[in-house]
């Protein structure tokens, strides 16, 4: 069964606008950690935001927040006042057993394509 | 955030033939580095995980005589895919973890193999 589903595998969105990347996950380990990862075309991973399962507020950081709903088992990223520049592939990923935890899935991915 | 590094950032070999891949963590110490494969429009697939002083833990279906994995120290694991073919040919990622920070972990540039 797939731990991460990304459900939209590209997305279009209009410079200066918010958009919305799902990413539903599935788990039953209390313990658990929420990332987002962005891929530019040149291949690095950029490490966006976190979400551990205990944090009782979304997480933010700068343009990047997380709607994080854990009893529907969700944590969509929401890019604000998208750049050009945000156009690249976005991995939602999570590692089970927390602080320790060895098993780290990432999902298939969307890619964002922004347009000016 | 931490710096990884890997070298070389791309290789194209012959079929047969052994390549050798380096993954350092340039200013902090890694007690675990994560090495993770992706074929072109595909998500990332752990491939191990390299404990410094002991043997990697390898994901199902992973041949561990094929991708041999030293983490000699706590700053450097290397992947050496031995007698690649064709098959192979993807782009292998490392990823370094500091301490046990569940969102600490940061990413490598990536190696593109080519094998011939």
């Known amino acids: 069964a797939q731990k991460i589903t990304q459900t939209q595998p590209g997305m279009f969105v209009q410079e200066k606008e918010a958009v919305t990347l799902d990413c539903t996950y599935d788990t039953s380990d209390p313990s658990y950690g929420l990332f987002w990862y962005k891929q530019p075309s040149s291949g690095e991973m950029i490490f966006l935001i976190y979400q551990g399962s205990y944090d009782q507020q979304n997480a933010t950081e700068g343009r990047y927040s997380l709607n994080f709903q854990k009893a529907r088992k969700s944590a969509n990223l929401v890019i604000s006042a998208s750049q050009l520049g945000d156009s690249a592939m976005y991995f939602c990923a999570m590692r089970e057993g927390g602080n320790y935890g060895q098993n780290f899935v990432f999902g298939p991915g969307t890619r964002l394509s922004v347009l000016p | 955030g931490a710096v990884v590094s890997q070298h070389p950032s791309w290789v194209i070999c012959k079929s047969g033939t052994s390549v050798k891949i380096e993954c350092r963590s340039l200013d902090f110490q890694a007690t675990t580095m994560f090495w993770y494969r992706q074929f072109p429009k595909q998500s990332l697939m752990l491939m191990a995980t390299s404990n410094e002083g002991s043997k990697a833990t390898y994901e199902q279906g992973v041949e561990k005589d094929k991708f041999l994995i030293n983490h000699a120290s706590l700053t450097l694991s290397t992947l050496t895919v031995t007698s690649a073919h064709p098959e192979d040919s993807s782009f292998y990622i490392c990823?370094?973890?500091?301490?046990?920070?569940?969102?600490?972990?940061?990413f490598g540039p990536g190696t593109r193999l080519t094998v011939l």
């Open positions: 990823s370094a973890r500091v301490g046990g920070k569940d969102h600490e972990q940061f």
